[in-house]
């Protein structure tokens, strides 16, 4: 029975370290700046504490401030240009119209920027749901990566049992927690574009609850899916 393919978005189907994650990172500290009236050497810090804390410097936010989530989410995603930042790669619609089983995005980012890369990528035709983090609430608050009621929920909503689900990230914070609920995991090492030659390896040196440790998701389809296991 084919898995179904959990997978984030930004480090792992693109690399958005050299300009998308710096952008959103200065949108972040300027959204706290004006919203908090703090010095900008501050509000960066924040920014990054909150992140480190809570997964998401939303979340510090709206729990320590009351920020309004939607309007975070707006401030601090605003590409007019995305589509001139994302590289597209045809090699990743190769390799996901290859992988077999459902395949799902799953991001702590918010839908119309999520949608806006996805179109970019050119991916939109090989991906059968986007799970973005305005999805990601429940009992009255956000619960993103990496949290484990979170992961538990969407197989539920996906109507498959957790080790039938493929957790596909850059973050191994977010893998330990996939794993904890009985997901399989595959770490993504490396999204740089060039890619030449990949160390397949049945499990991370550096963490054994990631089952298959890959450079890019391109390279996904050349492995068997029995090599995407479980460890104890």
């Known amino acids: 029975m084919h898995p ?20 959103i990172n200065r949108a972040m500290t300027d959204f706290v700046v004006e919203r908090l009236g703090i010095p900008e050497h501050q509000a960066d810090e924040l920014r ?15 729990r320590h401030h009351a920020i309004d989530a939607h309007e975070f989410l707006r401030a601090t995603h605003p590409f007019p240009d995305l589509h001139r930042l ?10 996901l119209r290859r992988l077999p089983g459902r395949k799902v995005l ?52 996906l109507r498959v049992p ?4 493929v957790l596909v990230e850059d ?16 770490h993504v090492t490396g999204v740089a574009p060039r890619v030449a030659k990949v160390a397949w390896k049945a499990r991370s040196a550096s963490d054994r609850r990631v089952g298959l440790q890959v450079q890019s998701v391109t390279l996904l389809p050349r492995r068997r899916l029995r090599s995407v296991h479980r460890t104890p």
């Not at 393919?5 to 952008?23: C, E, G, I, K």
């Not at 994302?86 to 390799?95: G, M, P, S, T, V």
Request: positive net charge; contains cysteine; glycine residues 6%.
């Open 4 to 23: 179904v393919w959990l997978l984030d978005l930004d480090n792992t189907l693109h690399d958005a370290s050299s300009v998308v994650f710096p952008r």
């Open 106 to 157: 799953v991001t702590n980012a918010p839908a119309n920027y999520a949608r806006g890369v996805i179109k970019a990528l050119g991916i939109g035709a090989f991906l059968d749901e986007v799970i973005s983090i305005e999805s990601m609430h429940f009992a009255g608050r956000f619960q993103p990566k990496p949290s484990r009621p979170m992961l538990r929920r969407l197989a539920a909503r």
């Open 171 to 186: 973050s191994l914070e977010n893998l330990r927690s996939a794993h904890r609920v009985g997901m399989r995991t595959v």
């Open 48 to 62: 990054k504490v909150y992140w480190q804390r809570y997964g998401a410097t939303m979340l510090g936010l709206v």
């Open 86 to 95: 994302i590289r597209r790669d045809q090699r990743l619609a190769h390799a």
């Open 162 to 165: 957790s080790s039938r689900c």
